[in-house]
């Protein structure tokens, strides 16, 4: 799926955003919320919980990036979730490109197009896989 390269830009922009987690997954909501303001019922008011919950999924995807087969289940388990939530297919796209954007904001003059491929392509990877698990549990 990815290169070691990649993997490694992966691995070293997380960490890096890892000093500041919280900044991090807050600055992608706001954004998710000033590109498409229709998505914001979906999420809680407070949104403390939900910050946890996707700086958790990123560290999960960052650290199966060698491994992406083991968390393959995971993956389709939380895309089943998110039909409940209310996600639409193509809230996916949309969830991916503004990750990468805010990724891309923080990382500043250290991000790079092999920084921007490396996660364009290990979030399509998540986006399918929860969308696979979206759709067996939308039959």
């Not at 960490?15 to 706001?30: C, G």
């Not at 995971?74 to 639409?88: D, E, N, S, T």
């Not at 990877?125 to 067996?136: H, P, R, Y």
Request: include cysteine; proline fraction near 3%; aromatic fraction near 8%.
């Amino acid at each position: 799926m990815l290169t070691n390269d990649q993997i490694d830009l992966i691995r070293g922009s997380a960490e890096r955003m890892s000093e500041a987690s919280f900044a991090a997954t807050n600055a992608f909501y706001s954004n998710l919320f000033k590109a498409a303001p229709g998505v914001r019922s979906l999420f809680p008011e407070d949104m403390f919980e939900q910050n946890e919950k996707l700086w958790d999924s990123i560290v999960m995807v960052v650290r199966s990036a060698d491994s992406f087969d083991h968390i393959i289940d995971a993956l389709k388990a939380l895309g089943g979730r998110h039909v409940a939530y209310g996600a639409q297919p193509e809230h996916y796209t949309l969830v991916a490109e503004v990750l990468v954007e805010t990724i891309a904001t923080l990382m500043a003059q250290d991000w790079t197009p092999d920084h921007q491929s490396a996660w364009e392509a290990a979030l399509n990877a998540v986006c399918q896989t929860m969308l696979e698990g979206a759709a067996n549990v939308a039959k």
